[in-house]
């Protein structure tokens, strides 16, 4: 009898994401975008957590500036890959041991860096100068003189707007290719 209590009230949840819906199925080319060695060999950004965070932020950067927000679909979309992202940062986080008394200090600070970063971004995206000493701030915190590099990235992230202009993440999805 209170096996079939548990069974009843017990929270069935998968062990892991299956990336199914079309939030998650971005987020996943975001995802395989990321472990790109291009970044990590001829850009330098660090290949870390931190580093590989600042890449991905950066693609859903590009993603949200394709996408028109005018329109509610592409907003809600857009919000359901942000949740999909920070509930990985939250995983992520508890896998490397990141104890509770600091875990919520650990996720306010990031979800602050994920919208501080894209709002930069977005501020000087029009400047390609400007965009490219935002992405030197960001990626590189440390290091000065990352202007190759900085410029590099900038270029890259303005060619991927053009590539994906006026498509819908739809559109991005049906492409075959795993990355972003």
Same mark, same amino acid.
């Given at each position: 009898?209170?096996? !079939?209590? =548990?069974?009843?009230? #017990?929270? =069935?949840?998968? %062990?892991? !994401? ?10 996943? =080319?975001?995802?395989?975008? #990321? ?7 001829? @850009? !330098?950004? %660090? +290949? ?18 394709? /996408? *028109? ?11 359901? @890959? /942000? ?6 940062? *939250? ?6 041991? $990141?104890? +509770?008394?600091?875990?919520?200090? !650990? ?10 970063? $894209? %709002? ?5 995206? +029009?400047?390609? +100068? /400007?965009?490219?000493? #935002? ?6 915190? /440390? ?10 990235? &900038?270029?890259?992230?303005y060619d991927k707007i ?8 739809? *559109? $991005?999805?049906?492409?075959? &290719?795993?990355?972003?």
């Amino acid at each position: 009898m209170f096996k !079939k209590i =548990k069974e009843i009230f #017990s929270v =069935k949840t998968p %062990d892991h !994401k299956d990336y199914s819906s079309p939030h998650e199925i971005l987020y996943r =080319k975001i995802l395989q975008t #990321s472990y790109n060695n291009w970044f990590y060999k001829d @850009l !330098k950004v %660090d +290949d870390t957590i931190e580093g590989r965070f600042e890449i991905i932020v950066l693609h859903i950067f590009v993603l949200f500036k394709i /996408l *028109d927000e005018r329109n509610e679909e592409n907003t809600f979309f857009k919000q359901k @890959l /942000l949740e999909t992202f920070i509930e990985e940062l *939250d995983s992520t986080y508890r896998e490397i041991g $990141i104890s +509770d008394n600091t875990f919520a200090k !650990k996720m306010k600070i990031a979800a602050q860096s994920i919208y501080g970063r $894209i %709002d930069s971004y977005n501020n000087q995206f +029009d400047n390609i +100068d /400007l965009f490219s000493e #935002s992405l030197q701030r960001n990626i590189w915190p /440390l290091e000065k003189g990352k202007i190759k590099e900085s410029n590099l990235l &900038s270029n890259y992230v303005y060619d991927k707007i053009k590539k994906y202009n006026n498509k819908g993440y739809k *559109d $991005i999805i049906q492409r075959p &290719s795993e990355e972003f």
